[in-house]
């Protein structure tokens, strides 16, 4: 069965600076889909990115980028030039893509707090 | 931009009564699902849902529970005789297409006194 390990509880960065939050997954699967999500206080999850497996370029989008490792079944986001609008909860989450299910295997979390 | 919404955002209920958790999907989606997260623990998968009829299912969904599109805009969640393993946070999501990315509401947390 497939797992998602988010191994830091919480997280800090200063406004303007970047941070790494870490997922590790474990799969026997070659295809699949990553995502991470961000879920701001009170609020909806929300995607950040998503990452197709067979796809070798990181996915970016805008201040978010990820450093997907296959191999070493490692998927970890960077958030460059952190705003305070970037203190929330974030997922990492695995879907397969070729076992016919759909549903999301979440890690535990990352509670990022960005300092003023 | 659409959103899935669910109502209430908290419910506290007695052990063994029945509640209701309402979700409203975006209005296009055909696929559905239920997640919940135990404080402090991962967010699990509950059950998938879609033409009116369980697609998937995980094994904390047993017999306490039960899905439904009753009209063309709510999907429920119910759970027959709440226990206090119960109390959670349960998310709803749907997507246009099986194969998209899932779009979640706020939550509904439960609490089972």
């Known amino acids: 069965a497939q797992t998602v390990t988010q191994s830091q509880p919480e997280m800090s960065v200063q406004e303007a600076e970047t941070v790494t939050l870490s997922c590790t997954y474990d799969?026997?699967?070659?295809?699949?889909?990553l995502f991470w999500y961000k879920q701001p206080p009170s609020r909806q999850m929300i995607l950040v990115i998503r990452q197709e497996a067979y796809k070798q370029q990181n996915a970016t989008e805008n201040r978010f980028s990820v450093n997907f490792q296959k191999a070493a079944k490692s998927f970890s986001l960077k958030i460059s030039d952190s705003q305070l609008g970037d203190a929330a909860m974030y997922f990492c989450a695995y879907r397969s893509s070729t076992s016919g299910t759909y549903k999301y295997i979440f890690g535990t979390g990352t509670r990022l707090k960005v300092l003023a | 931009e659409p959103e899935v919404t669910q109502t209430p955002s908290h419910q506290v209920t007695q052990m063994g009564q029945e509640v209701i958790l309402r979700c409203v999907p975006i209005?296009?989606?055909?696929?559905f699902y239920w997640y919940r997260q135990i404080l402090g623990q991962k967010v699990e998968f509950l059950v998938s849902f879609y033409n009116n009829e369980i697609s998937e299912k995980s094994e904390i969904f047993d017999d306490q529970f039960s899905v439904e599109r009753p009209d063309g805009s709510n999907f429920t969640l119910k759970i027959r005789s709440t226990k206090l393993e119960d109390s959670a946070m349960y998310f709803c999501?749907?997507?246009?297409?099986?194969?998209?990315?899932?779009?979640f509401g706020p939550g509904t947390r439960l609490t089972v006194l």
């Open positions: 799969t026997s699967e070659s295809d699949y889909y």
């Open positions: 999501a749907s997507t246009a297409d099986i194969a998209d990315t899932q779009y």
């Open positions: 209005s296009n989606h055909l696929y």
